[in-house]
């Protein structure tokens, strides 16, 4: 597989270090990526070092993805190639403790029946769209029923409905009690937030437009 990310903003030296962890880099290779994000930092802040980032960074996965899909039951290959482009509405740290991302809030109802998360707004798509509740709903309804190669999964499998209540605000709703769904959320593996109708629009399995940290350029799989 080869790939061409681009940075979508400033990424700071903990996040870096937890991705480079998550990614499996040398500790060269790591440093290479602290410095093209110190000389952005400098760019960003106007010092004298400003200068603009160049150069790449590659990195080995031990299987290729395949495809980028975002929804489904699919490898674990499949996740490394796609998961800097993409955000959830819950994340963890680096602790494991739920901490909001693209949801600043939510809230759950006393019997887990239900949660109501409350959207970060102005958060923009790569395709320079603000997301809103009507892309996380979409993005919901699309996982619970993942074009293929994706297959349903279990994680989700309580969710009985997805409501745009407003722009920002999202309530999913469960068949029955089920307290494992933040976690399953800030896992992130199976529920990426995509623009509503996406997959009428790009071939999701080698293109894809999310809100993460890097864009996809270009994907071409076994290069």
Do not use: C
């Not at 976690?183 to 399995?205: C, F, H, K, M, Q």
């Amino acid at each position: 597989m080869r790939g061409r990310l681009s940075a979508g903003g400033r990424v700071g030296r903990r996040e870096l270090l937890l991705r480079a962890a998550a990614l499996g880099l040398s500790a060269m290779a790591f440093d290479t990526l602290l410095g093209a994000e110190r000389s952005v930092a400098a760019a960003q802040e106007g010092t004298p070092e400003a200068v603009a980032a160049t150069g790449s960074i590659n990195w080995a996965l031990e299987a290729d993805p395949g495809n980028l899909i975002p929804f489904g039951g699919v490898s674990s290959s499949n996740m490394w190639g796609k998961e800097l482009m993409y955000d959830s509405l819950l994340e963890w740290d680096q602790e494991l403790n739920i901490q909001p991302a693209l949801a600043e809030s939510y809230e759950a109802s006393e019997d887990a029946t239900s949660y109501t998360f409350k959207l970060r707004p102005g958060v923009m798509f790569h395709n320079g769209k603000e997301m809103t509740a009507a892309d996380v709903k979409y993005s919901f309804e699309t996982a619970l029923n993942p074009p293929a190669p994706g297959i349903q999964v279990a994680f989700l499998a309580n969710i009985a409905s997805v409501e745009a209540v407003d722009d920002y605000t999202v309530t999913i709703t469960m068949s029955k009690p089920d307290p494992t769904l933040p976690g399953v959320i800030a896992w992130s593996r199976y529920t990426p937030i995509v623009p509503e109708g996406i997959a009428d629009e790009i071939n999701l399995l080698s293109e894809g437009i999310g809100t993460g940290p890097y864009k996809l350029i270009e994907y071409i799989s076994n290069d």
